[in-house]
């Protein structure tokens, strides 16, 4: 008993020291988190509360750096956004990075990082005019946001898309098919296509769609882009 009580001083220290700090921190850990969570609201979890950005409130938080702005992780691309904050409805999610999605089929077309932003721009516009910009911010643009990073397969998208129109009278052949023209994805793109091909509503006949699908390589374009495309510049047979 006595040697418990008596024990070195140097040695009862050192463990207590380390064990006391691991208290601390995990003590200070845990109060970050409950003050983390009181702050924003009791649904987010402690530690996910960024990586799951569902109530897109707050534009400017929504956007902070669009690291995954483009498909091909381009310098010249990212050097652009430092000058000006450019929208996409595709940003990487700050708990993923590229390698989990697997390498995309795409051919970046021109000024795209510019196309993407007005294409953000052109949809956020359709939706306000339509008294749905909250639908927007939060159904409509998480939704892209999950499908491209393959959070959510498509049914589950066209489900929310459906969704975020409500009754309200949009042209949704004109979303469609730029959001199949833009979407960084052939594949998706040909999900897209496929879906738009399956509704009467949102169909219309190839010759006044304005965008179509390269019958080689299947990805989608739109008309105006589809002249600056490989494929067709190489020549051969005449795309749709
Ligand atoms: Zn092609």
């Known amino acids: 008993m006595a040697n418990v009580e008596d024990f070195p001083p140097l040695s009862s220290s050192n463990v207590s020291f380390g064990q006391q700090s691991t208290l601390e921190s995990y003590k200070m850990v845990l109060k970050e988190n409950l003050n983390q969570t009181k702050a924003s609201g009791s649904k987010q979890r402690k530690d996910t509360s960024e990586t799951k950005p569902k ?34 409805l595709f940003p990487q999610p700050s708990n993923k990075d590229r390698l989990s999605i697997g390498v995309k089929k795409f051919e970046p077309f021109k000024y ?16 306000s005019e339509n008294d749905r910009y909250k639908e927007f911010m939060e159904n409509f643009v998480p939704a892209c946001r999950s499908y491209y990073w393959n959070e959510i397969p498509g049914i589950v998208f066209f489900e929310i898309i459906a969704k975020s129109f409500g009754s309200a009278s949009f042209d949704k052949s004109d979303i469609f098919y730029r959001l199949a023209a833009h979407f960084p994805d052939v594949d998706k793109q040909q999900e897209i296509m496929s879906y738009i091909q399956d509704h009467d509503d949102i169909r219309v006949d190839p010759k006044n769609a304005i965008a179509s699908s390269c019958k080689r390589c299947l990805q989608v374009f739109m008309n105006e882009d589809m002249k600056e495309h490989g494929c067709r510049k190489k020549g051969g047979k005449k795309l749709i």
Not at 64 to 77: E, K, M, R
Not at 112 to 127: A, C, F, K, T, V
Request: charged share 40%; aromatic share 8%; with cysteine.
């Open 55 to 88: 109530p897109l409130k707050e534009e400017t938080i929504e956007w902070p750096d669009l690291d995954g702005f483009c498909s091909i992780p381009s310098p010249t691309l990212r050097k652009k956004d430092d000058d000006k904050i450019q929208r996409t």
């Open 112 to 127: 795209m990082d510019q196309r993407q932003d007005e294409l953000y721009r052109h949809l956020e516009r359709i939706y």
